[in-house]
């Protein structure tokens, strides 16, 4: 009956998160019906959605596995463009655009993942500081080979180079995809608001039934304590591995996801500022709480844009917000505050 | 003594130095399927850092380790307790932020057969392997009287309940061979019995081996049917209880003698 329960309250936290993201999606539906929503916010959600799900990534290394990446971008990148790259050349050959866009998101998470294991191996050797310093160049190395990356399509398949367009030898009628710093540009966007939120949907169920299994359970045993894990029968290296690539393939998916929202995306978009803006997202909603990780990635994307009017000092303001959250929620009068709504609920769950 | 062929456990010439020092040197030992085994001597003998060759904390500079006749040379920490030995640890080592039932399921982690993608889309043998561990768990857990305290965080244990939670997770990776590192550090006299109970228990009901470090004479005496005292790194004596008190050498090695002080 107790592991009724025990799941019960892991499952209450669950659902809890669905629920706010169907709730997010209907309101948002019921808003646009009535006219309410203004364009700017309108052109954010799918940023949003890709923004909560990298979060969400990033909070199961950081927060699940206990290691701070700061090189997610990379991998946000890597699922972007290859998302892109797939959606362009099936452009013919698969005309549904939701199809395409499932292919784009499958294809882009399963080339992020294979960079997860790549940069994985040699990484996940190092610990606490020397990682983030570790992730946060092979986030460079990616954003850098992004930047000099050409990618063409014609009759005869996919073409690639590193120098420049025309040593990709295409045919005449071939199409560039992806244009070294330029990135890609004329990008169909597929993308939508309702596969947005079944991605996210999806990635939280991914997560959080992860999270709440013996796979789960090893990773964070390793967090807590990596020698008393070793002793007690944990392969630590294995599941700081899924971990990661988990994560690194859910980013790719996500990057995917937000390219095909754009007619042009650049590969300096998924720069070290990307990264550290998803650490933030991470950082404020709670280590390890995804429900917090969901907040705090769709306010912290709305906000600039609801700043706009305050023009140049928008980051400025966004900085002082920032500030503002981190102290309310370190103080320990609030802190109290919330363990004792905490308490209480527990103790009226025990007098059930 | 038990014959050499059916021990659980048998070392021979097991040493390691760290950098010019000689931590443990020639370390004979072999331990019998159901023996408790106490390993006693002065702080600083270095039998916690045995306990770390064995479960391979640490490689052995020379020597050998066989676990039920195989040599355990090459293996990592975790092979070595999928091959049987298990142990709790000097110095507390919980997941501090988990469930004293999670911090059990870890110890279960390789006797619960189901794989990552059924615990991501919940197959059947999820939910059945997920209500078998729960079940072993608060078998376990109910040895050490634990079970009603199964959601409670571990770090906000009391600190003996702390050390019995620790033999539990160490009971449910199924070793052969259990290694106690002062599992009564920290408890009073009255809890003391209880552990000594409980040991004798594990022994009986599992079938396994015990090895021990303790400071507290009563549970040494009181339990363990051979005893092996370390000096420098080195055995001075082996034997049973009451010889091991008798022997000057041990005696010796704890007063202190004339030779040592000066």
Same mark, same amino acid.
């Not at chain 1, 590193?162 to 005449?172: H, R």
């Given at each position: 009956m107790k592991a009724l329960k025990n799941l019960k309250k892991q499952t209450k936290i669950s659902f809890l998160n669905y629920g706010i993201v169907i709730l997010f999606f209907i309101v948002v539906q019921i808003l646009a019906n009535l006219g309410m929503l203004t364009n700017s916010l309108k052109g954010q959600l799918i940023p949003i959605l890709s923004y909560v799900i990298m979060a969400l990534a990033l909070n199961l290394v950081v927060g699940i596995s206990g290691e701070l990446s700061l090189g997610h971008a990379g991998f946000m990148s890597v699922g972007a463009f290859s998302g892109v790259v797939v959606s362009m050349s099936l452009a013919e050959n698969v005309p549904n655009p939701g199809l395409r866009l499932l292919l784009a998101i499958v294809i882009g998470a399963l080339l992020a993942g294979i960079a997860g294991v790549i940069i994985g191996i040699p990484v996940l050797r190092l610990n606490g500081d020397y990682l983030a310093i570790v992730t946060l160049a092979f986030g460079e190395i990616i954003k850098n080979v992004m930047n000099c990356l050409y990618v063409g399509v014609d009759k005869a398949g996919l073409h690639l180079s590193?120098?420049? *367009? *025309?040593? /990709?030898? /295409? *045919? *005449?009628d071939g199409k560039v995809l992806i244009n070294g710093p330029m990135g890609a540009t004329g990008v169909t966007k597929l993308s939508t608001f309702i596969a947005g939120t079944i991605l996210l949907l999806l990635v939280l169920v991914i997560i959080q039934n992860l999270v709440n299994s013996r796979t789960g359970l090893a990773i964070m045993a390793i967090r807590d304590n990596r020698i008393a894990a070793e002793a007690s029968g944990v392969p630590v290296t294995r599941h700081k591995l899924i971990a990661f690539v988990t994560s690194a393939a859910i980013a790719g998916a996500a990057g995917a996801l937000y390219a095909l929202n754009y007619s042009t995306i650049a590969p300096k978009k998924f720069d070290f500022n990307t990264s550290i803006l998803i650490l933030v997202f991470v950082v404020l909603g709670g280590i390890g709480n995804m429900t917090g990780s969901i907040i705090a990635a769709a306010l912290l994307t709305v906000l600039p844009e609801l700043l706009r009017k305050f023009s140049d000092y928008r980051m400025l303001i966004y900085a002082i917000v920032l500030i503002l959250v981190m102290i309310a929620s370190n103080n320990p009068k609030l802190r109290s505050i919330f363990d004792g709504l905490g308490k209480k609920a527990k103790k009226e769950e025990a007098a059930k | 003594m038990s014959k050499e062929t059916d021990a659980v456990l048998k070392t021979s010439h097991l040493g390691i130095d760290f950098g010019g020092l000689t931590a443990v040197d020639e370390f004979n030992i072999s331990i019998a399927p159901d023996e408790i085994k106490g390993l006693i001597g002065p702080n600083g003998a270095g039998k916690t850092t045995i306990f770390n060759l064995l479960t391979k904390v640490y490689q052995p500079s020379r020597g050998k380790i066989f676990l039920d006749g195989k040599d355990t040379k090459n293996m990592s920490p975790v092979q070595v307790n999928h091959a049987g030995i298990a142990r709790t640890f000097q110095n507390i080592r919980l997941f501090d932020k988990l469930s004293v039932e999670e911090n059990v399921r870890i110890g279960l982690h390789e006797h619960v057969r189901y794989g990552m993608f059924s615990g991501i889309l919940r197959l059947p043998s999820f939910w059945k392997e997920e209500k078998r561990a729960h079940e072993r768990t608060l078998e376990l857990l109910d040895i050490f009287g634990l079970a009603d305290q199964a959601d409670v965080r571990a770090d906000s244990l009391p600190y003996g309940a702390q050390r019995r939670l620790e033999i539990v997770r160490a009971l449910a990776t199924e070793p052969k061979l259990l290694l106690l590192d002062e599992p009564a550090a920290g408890m009073n006299p009255s809890e003391t019995e209880e552990l000594m109970k409980n040991i004798r228990k594990i022994r009986d009901e599992f079938k396994i081996a015990i090895m021990l470090i303790e400071h507290d004479m009563n549970l040494v005496m009181g339990i363990c049917e051979n005893i092996v005292v370390v000096n420098f790194g080195k055995i001075i004596a082996e034997g049973t209880p009451s010889r091991i008190q008798n022997d000057p050498q041990v005696i010796e090695a704890y007063l202190g003698g004339r030779k040592e002080e000066d």
């Open positions: 590193f120098k420049d *367009a *025309a040593s /990709m030898g /295409m *045919a *005449a | -």
